[in-house]
């Protein structure tokens, strides 16, 4: 019984850092063999599949938010075309939702550029990086499409009825307006994303698993825990 715990104490002690030298013991040349080196080339922290995430994440941002922009100018020049056959006057007045169609697809554009700007050191691009501009591509992409459809769809009706009832222009508006932010949410995520990740060293430190910061090496004729620097 006693035994059991003692042994369970001293898990628990390694699993908090604090038995390391119990676990281990005295640190000797065998222990050395635990030494966890990075020998990879680029770096285990930047492997070569990373800038296929940040490419994946550039192309997300423009595509998803075109295709909303797209959605939306269609849709909304179909209805823009219906009322003025009507009110030929309103043409210019009815052209806001195509506007603001549009400007859905400049936010996919500056996240696109962004990434693709932050890509020009290939060997220094971390996979943690990948992932973090996939995220902000794919955060502005699919807010713009979905802000896109949104505004087709309140840009075609709401263009017809306020040619049947002009009070109906500014509520329009307000509808618009709401239906816009919902891409400039995706566009402040991915823009605060795309900024991360900048600090990530490629290569790892080396690493021992009865150290709590660095590895063992042999210092004239004792072997101590050495951080790298």
Do not use: W
């Not at 859905?104 to 996240?111: D, E, K, N, Q, W």
């Not at 222009?169 to 932010?181: C, K, N, P, T």
């Amino acid at each position: 019984m006693l035994k059991s715990l003692a042994v369970i104490a001293t898990l628990a002690a390694v699993a908090s850092g604090q038995g390391e030298s119990t676990y281990c013991g005295e640190l000797t040349n065998e222990l050395m063999m635990y030494n966890v080196f990075d020998n990879t080339v680029e770096g285990v922290h930047c492997p070569m599949y990373a800038g296929f995430f940040g490419v994946m994440g550039a192309t997300a941002a423009i595509c998803f938010s075109s295709i909303g922009a797209a959605y939306g100018t269609a849709r909304s020049g179909t209805g823009i075309a219906v009322a003025a056959i009507m009110h030929p006057e309103m043409v210019m007045k009815s052209i806001i939702p195509v506007v603001m169609a549009g400007i859905i697809a400049i936010y996919g554009l500056v996240v696109a550029v962004l990434i693709g700007n932050g890509m020009v050191d290939v060997t220094n691009y971390s996979a943690f990086k990948g992932f973090l501009d996939l995220g902000s591509g794919m955060s502005v992409g699919i807010a713009g499409l979905a802000a896109g459809y949104a505004i087709g769809i309140v840009g075609d009706v709401g263009v017809r009825g306020t040619g049947m009832q002009p009070k109906l222009f500014v509520g329009l508006i307000l509808i618009l307006i709401f239906a816009e932010v919902l891409g400039l949410y995706g566009l402040i995520v991915a823009l605060i994303l795309s900024t991360k990740g900048t600090d990530v060293v490629c290569h790892s430190s080396p690493t021992n698993r009865c150290c709590s910061d660095g590895y063992i090496e042999k210092v004239g004729e004792i072997y101590k825990c050495v951080a790298q620097a």
